[in-house]
């Protein structure tokens, strides 16, 4: 199982005081260094944490893979073209959440989601949806012509309701087996930490994890380079 981790986190302690520091770009240096995947980061309509100019510097210094999450907007679109990273998951966005609450409504945006999916595919940038664990939405995947699905992980990790929480898991399993007969990739993320990532870590038709407030909140107490370790060292003392 791959690891990506997102880096939001870092812009928007930066931000809390409109300074320069800390910076994503260095942040994502360090991860890379401590063996991440990836780096995921979410350009949001308003920019209320990562900006222009973060991925503008990204996309010249990241060395494993890029992976920008954004809405299926024209103006994002453009700003993917442009880019060039190595992968988009087009997300749903609100102004008022604090981050994101659940996976993209695919039936009610169909047109607008393939239409972007099909601007974005020309040019040669794989595509990822993030969706809730249900099978339509697998189906409906397909049918608009993601590459990759990112299973929504939050209903998984908030409940504190132990029968819940199996119920949730085996629903993401499930939509990891069905993707995976399909033919498409299978990335996983949201609420994930340091426990309920081995459970998530179990299971194989997963590809990979984005996480990102867990690891950055222990780096304020053990370090950033430490921190993408350890949780790095748990995933793989689950999959060898």
């Not at 102004?95 to 607008?112: A, P």
């Amino acid at each position: 199982m791959k690891l990506s981790i997102n880096i939001d986190h870092i812009a928007t302690l930066r931000e809390a005081r409109k300074e320069s520091s800390p910076d994503p770009v260095i942040a994502a240096g360090i991860c890379e260094l401590a063996g991440v995947d990836g780096i995921v980061c979410h350009l949001r309509e308003d920019r209320r944490h990562i900006n222009d100019r973060d991925l503008r510097i990204l996309r010249d210094v990241v060395k494993t893979k890029l992976d920008l999450e954004m809405a299926a907007t024209d103006e994002m679109v453009k700003i993917a073209i442009m880019t060039k990273p190595e992968m988009v998951t087009l997300v749903p966005e609100k102004r008022e959440e604090i981050t994101t609450e659940g996976g993209l409504d695919i039936t009610r945006y169909k047109t607008k989601i393939s239409d972007a999916i099909d601007k974005i595919k020309e040019h040669n940038i794989k595509v990822s949806l993030f969706i809730d664990p249900q099978p339509e939405n697998v189906d409906l995947a397909l049918e608009v012509g993601s590459d990759l699905i990112e299973i929504h992980t939050g209903l998984f990790a908030n409940t504190i309701d132990v029968s819940q929480k199996i119920i949730e898991l085996e629903k993401i399993r499930q939509i990891a087996n069905l993707a995976k007969e399909l033919g498409i990739g299978v990335n996983a993320g949201h609420g994930l930490n340091y426990l309920n990532i081995i459970s998530l870590a179990n299971i194989e038709d997963i590809d990979e994890v984005s996480i990102g407030h867990a690891i950055i909140a222990r780096a304020v107490f053990t370090g950033l380079e430490r921190a993408v370790k350890e949780m790095l060292e748990v995933i793989r003392r689950v999959r060898i």
